[in-house]
Nanobody, 127 residues
Framework: QVQLVETGGGLVQPGDSLRLSCTASGRSSIFPTMGWYRQAPGKEREFVAVARWSGGNIYYADSVKGRFTFSRGNPRNMVYLQMDNLKPEDTAIYYC????????????????????WGQGTQVTVSS
């Protein structure tokens, strides 16, 4: 059984940095398309960053562009979300997501296209 496990969340001050990690374990733990989503209290889950590794395509939400970096590690079953210059509005539970499919541009940001999710890690940005 494949699982995604996120780590790295915490409480930080505005302007600080955090790096979230997501490890895929189990059979077939390397996925062609993966993403990071977040959900703040009282809000719907929203897209943060997604990647289609085969083409090296990475897409970011406008709200995090230039501040967050989505990357894949070595071994390739680990991915990271480097978050710099954090803002209070970044406070949310962050989820790692994966799919066995290579998603196309028109659907890659849609949460419903990902069949595997982690349990989430809390990120709180507060002074």
């Amino acid at each position: 059984q494949v699982q995604l496990v996120e780590t790295g969340g915490g409480l930080v001050q505005p302007g600080d940095s955090l790096r979230l990690s997501c490890t895929a374990s189990g059979r077939s733990s390397i996925f062609p398309t993966m993403g990071w989503y977040r959900q703040a209290p009282g809000k719907e889950r929203e897209f943060v960053a997604v990647a289609r590794w085969s083409g090296g395509n990475i897409y970011y939400a406008d709200s995090v562009k230039g501040r967050f970096t989505f990357s894949r590690g070595n071994p390739r079953n680990m991915v990271y979300l480097q978050m710099d210059n954090l803002k209070p509005e970044d406070t949310a539970i962050y989820y790692c997501a994966a799919t066995t499919r290579t998603l196309i541009f028109s659907t890659i940001r849609q949460a419903g296209e990902y069949e595997l999710w982690g349990q989430g890690t809390q990120v709180t940005v507060s002074s």
